[in-house]
């Protein structure tokens, strides 16, 4: 039975899952939820019709893949490739939060530095 909770998925382990199985299905029996940043689908998809997992990809009709980019603050950007920096920018992927609290009290706003914007617990 999958799991319940939600994961945010790059595009190496994307790769390496149609490489030893031919499919992204197992996947699909792991997780409640797997999403796909857009940034992620474009590494992907950059290989045409016919590129490596392309099919597969694009037959995992199921997975949550997101059509718009993903808001990635400057630190991220400049520190991890575009598929990378996106699932860190996923609302629910933020295991830096706690550091980035205590971070604060020195004037910058390390919120928008990491992630492109403040975050906020509404």
């Known amino acids: 039975m999958p799991e319940s909770r939600k ?6 382990p994307l790769i390496a899952i149609v490489a030893a199985t031919g499919s992204l299905d197992i996947l699909k029996g792991l997780y409640g939820s797997i999403v796909v940043p857009f940034e992620v689908s474009q590494e992907i998809l950059v290989g045409g019709p016919s590129g490596f997992a392309v099919p597969e990809f694009q ?17 991220i950007r400049n520190t991890l490739d575009l598929g990378e920096g996106a699932v860190t920018g996923i609302e629910f992927c933020r295991p830096m939060r706690l550091g980035v609290a205590r971070l604060q009290g020195n ?4 919120e928008r530095l990491l992630y492109g914007h403040a975050h906020t617990d509404g």
């Open 107 to 110: 004037g910058v706003d390390m």
């Open 7 to 12: 994961i945010v998925i790059n595009t190496g």
């Open 59 to 75: 037959a995992a009709d199921w997975l949550d893949t997101r059509s718009t980019p993903t808001v990635i603050g400057t630190f």
